[in-house]
């Protein structure tokens, strides 16, 4: 299994448990690990051999322009899609993270990680 990785995907997004954060937004990093067999694009060359980055990135933007109470709920819908729209991923990782969050505190960023894998 080989591994492909896009880093800090920035979105501005909607969500949270409290109305305000519904209302005004957000700043959030996303960032996507996927494993896959990816021998036969090191022999081809070709891009119909791999995963397609543009896709694995429009798949998070998509799904973090949907409003959801929970980062667990959007990281969930990310995992799934992807395995679900590209075949050739067998696990996925992603890590969603609200930057600087309304939790009363000096905190940089709260992150959900999760990992899902094909069954």
Do not use: W
């Not at 995907?9 to 996507?32: M, N, P, Q, W």
């Amino acid at each position: 299994m080989e591994t492909i990785k896009l880093k800090n995907i920035r979105t501005f997004s909607y969500h949270g448990c409290l109305v305000e954060e519904g209302k005004i937004g957000s700043d959030y990093a996303v960032d996507l690990e996927i494993k896959a067999d990816l021998q036969q694009s090191t022999q081809t060359d070709n891009l119909k051999d791999t995963v397609d980055y543009v896709h694995l990135n429009r798949i998070v933007v998509e799904e973090m322009a949907i409003r959801s109470e929970l980062l667990e709920h959007v990281a969930k819908r990310i995992n799934t899609r992807v395995l679900v729209e590209i075949p050739i991923v067998m696990k996925t990782i992603v890590s969603v993270s609200k930057l600087n969050p309304p939790i009363g505190g000096d905190v940089e960023s709260v992150t959900i990680i999760l990992k899902e894998s094909r069954s």
